[in-house]
């Protein structure tokens, strides 16, 4: 089975092109190696996957032939992930949103409106 149908399989992610473009942007291991959505995997494979800034550690237990409800497809797989606290996870959390809001407003060169005051912050005027 290709690692991408086990991803969506198993839940860890919503669709196959969510699973898929996590692997192409090197977000998914395969036993140590980045894993192409392609790969195929077998029981026993260990995935370390990340999902929004948690790394996920998974071992697969076995390759689901249907869709799964939520409960069953915790059961396909360990998870060696250790617990965070949720302060910790929330405190995540609030990183990533200031980390968000921090983001250059702007791309590209400045207005000539935004040059002039920039001009004046920096007492050039």
């Known amino acids: 089975m290709r690692i991408d149908k086990w991803l969506k399989m198993a839940r860890i992610f919503k669709s196959r092109e969510e699973a898929s473009r996590?692997?192409?942007?090197?977000?998914?291991?395969?036993?140590?190696?980045?894993?192409?959505?392609?790969?195929?995997?077998?029981?026993?494979d260990e995935i370390v996957v990340k999902v929004e800034n948690l790394y996920r550690t998974l071992t697969i237990k076995e390759l689901p032939t249907r869709g799964l409800s939520a409960k069953d497809a915790k059961l396909v797989y360990d998870e060696k992930t250790p617990d965070l606290p949720p302060d910790i996870i929330?405190?995540?959390?609030?990183?990533?949103?200031?980390?968000?809001?921090?983001?250059?407003?702007?791309?590209?060169?400045?207005?000539?409106?935004?040059?002039?005051?920039?001009?004046?912050?920096?007492g050039k005027m």
């Open 90 to 122: 929330e405190m995540m959390k609030y990183q990533a949103a200031a980390d968000r809001r921090r983001q250059r407003e702007m791309k590209g060169r400045p207005t000539k409106k935004s040059r002039r005051e920039l001009d004046k912050w920096r």
């Open 22 to 44: 996590a692997c192409d942007l090197g977000r998914v291991k395969l036993n140590g190696y980045e894993a192409k959505s392609s790969k195929i995997v077998k029981a026993g």
